[in-house]
């Protein structure tokens, strides 16, 4: 079941010089329970589509579809709210919240708070492997924990499809790997759809297709798949 769909996106920025078209007519799918891994160099338009698809930006044209309803404008926060969790490079953990508090705090914006909030972070850390950590703040968690604490906030609500930008950048390859691992694991367990766009050979290890994207289309054809 598609979770995710671009269908002939363009995105055209204006500039003092006239217009700069990032996106060409981008289309892609993501299923449930699939990961898919979005490759290239920068300038190519990565970060201008993963907005779209995280319903940060409107096409200009073209149109986006998270699980099964149409990205209109006046729909794109309710949308965010209920259909996306997002992971990214820099963690963006509260500092003065403590693991369980930064979950919680995704769930409060999400309107769910209370006893039922405090249930689901703890579960979610407990999917990441980190009950044993939800005391603890910030600044005494590594850097492969913070991005554990970072995955459990994107799970809550059991989104349809989850968006990570660059999530193994920041951490060296053993930890990587075992982010990269965790992912799997979620992805299948809890079924959303996995879109990671990244520079690291290493998601290709876990991906299920991996495309690439060049001055601003990106390739119908899978450029590997995981084995």
């Keep these: 079941m598609i979770c995710l769909e671009a269908q002939g996106v363009v995105k055209t920025f204006a500039d003092g010089a ?3 078209r990032v996106l060409r007519g981008v289309s892609l799918a993501v299923a449930r329970g699939e990961i898919v891994a979005l490759e290239g160099r920068s300038g190519s338009g990565k970060t201008t ?3 779209i698809l995280g319903c940060i930006l409107t096409p200009t044209a073209g149109r986006v579809v998270v699980d099964g309803v149409t990205a209109e404008p006046r729909r794109l926060v309710a949308i965010r709210k209920r259909s996306i969790g997002f992971v990214f490079q820099q963690f963006n953990l509260f500092p003065a919240l403590t693991a369980l508090e930064n979950v ?3 769930l409060a914006l999400k309107g769910l708070r209370g006893r039922e909030a405090r249930r689901e972070a703890e ?3 407990d999917l990441v492997g ?3 950590r939800s005391g603890f703040l910030p600044r005494d968690l590594s850097g ?3 991005q ?3 995955i459990a906030r994107a799970l809550v609500r059991q989104p349809a499809v989850l968006l990570a930008d660059e999530p193994t950048a920041n951490l060296d390859a053993v930890v990587g790997g075992q982010i990269l691992e965790l992912f799997r694991h979620v ?3 809890r079924g959303s759809g996995l879109l990671v766009v990244t520079h690291d050979p290493r998601v290709r290890a876990v991906a299920d297709r991996v495309l690439e994207i060049r001055d601003g289309r990106v390739d119908q054809e899978p450029v590997c798949c995981a084995s």
């Design 144 to 146: 492969g924990q913070k």
């Design 148 to 150: 554990r604490v970072a």
């Design 18 to 20: 006239g217009a700069v």
């Design 187 to 189: 992805t299948r367990r």
């Design 49 to 51: 589509l993963l907005s």
């Design 130 to 132: 980190l009950a044993d």
């Design 123 to 125: 579960e979610a850390l």
């Design 104 to 106: 919680e705090y995704a």
